[in-house]
């Protein structure tokens, strides 16, 4: 991973996000770019102002990650979500990281519309970080239901180089004349099990180079319900999701989730929007 780019609002909340960003930047030896985007009007005066104060702050971590590439700072207006795709897409960022509880000076807060609003527009994996910055991503939580997203997972996992295990899980619902037959439910549970596995062995064989740690579970229950037990069985440092922004998976990362995410959960989430497959 070569450029990182961080948003932030500049809240005192905000801070988890720029330090697993920096974190990230050091292990990578990466260039990070710290981001802001004024939401609204702002006068010359006070973005002069501001800009020295993201210069300031980016001058300090520096300091503070010798082993980054570099840190530096820019400010931009417009739509918070748009603004940061684009930052992102200019500055070729390869990462996105964002942060879970910024509200103070983004009307919409960073958290909500405009985090959800970016992980549908953005082409790039966008990591919301809002667990204990200083614990490593030793343990990847991945949420799997098709083969691509499969591949995609290992491929998120190998830019975090930390992580050396992944505990996919699949969430799958067998219909109810399934689980009215005998050994109906046994059976689906099988059946599930069996194509996990298959399609993350499939995914591994098609990275070799990712030295990771594998394990499969599939899990009868809704995505959400499912990610939940998993977090609570597995103890995972990061979850890993991989989605068309569409339908299953897609939902948990919406409404209620989304919310509860913010409001609940204290642990950090990478987000990756597929493109929709080809047809034909």
């Known amino acids: ?23 990230i930047a050091s292990e990578q030896c990466a260039a990070l770019l710290i981001l802001h985007v004024v939401a609204g009007s702002l006068p010359a005066v006070d973005r002069a102002i501001l800009a020295e104060d993201l210069e300031a702050l980016a001058r300090t971590q520096a300091a503070n990650h010798p082993c980054a590439r570099e840190i530096t700072s820019a400010v931009r207006a ?3 979500a748009t603004a940061i795709n684009q930052a992102a897409l200019d500055y070729e960022a390869e990462l996105i990281v964002v942060g879970g509880h910024g509200e ?14 970016l992980i549908r527009i953005t082409t790039l994996p966008v990591l919301i970080a809002q667990g204990d910055v200083h614990a490593a991503y030793h343990r990847v939580l991945a949420a799997v239901d098709e083969e ?7 491929n998120l996992a190998g830019t975090i180089g930390t992580a050396d295990s992944v505990f996919a899980v699949h969430a799958f ?3 109810v ?21 298959r399609m993350m062995q499939e995914a591994l064989a098609d990275r070799p180079d990712v030295l990771l740690h594998v394990h499969a579970q599939a899990m009868q229950g809704t995505p959400l319900s499912v990610i939940m037990r998993a977090w609570e069985m597995f103890k995972p440092d990061l979850l890993v ?13 919406r409404g209620s989730f989304a919310d509860m995410a913010i409001e609940e959960l ?12 080809m047809s034909g």
């Open 241 to 253: 999701v991989s989605t068309y922004g569409r339908s299953g998976l897609a939902l948990a990362l």
């Open 1 to 23: 991973m070569k450029r990182i780019l961080v948003a932030t609002d500049l809240s005192p909340k905000a801070g988890p996000a720029i330090q697993r960003a920096c974190r």
């Open 104 to 117: 103070t000076r983004w009307r919409d807060g960073l958290f909500g519309s405009a985090v959800e609003q």
């Open 173 to 175: 619902l067998p219909s």
């Open 78 to 80: 417009g739509k918070v």
């Open 148 to 154: 691509r997203a499969a591949r995609d997972v290992l």
């Open 177 to 197: 004349a399934t689980r009215m037959r005998e050994d109906g439910k046994e059976r689906a549970q099988a059946a599930a099990q069996q194509a996990l596995e």
């Open 266 to 277: 204290a642990f950090d989430i990478l987000v990756h929007r597929l493109p929709p497959p």
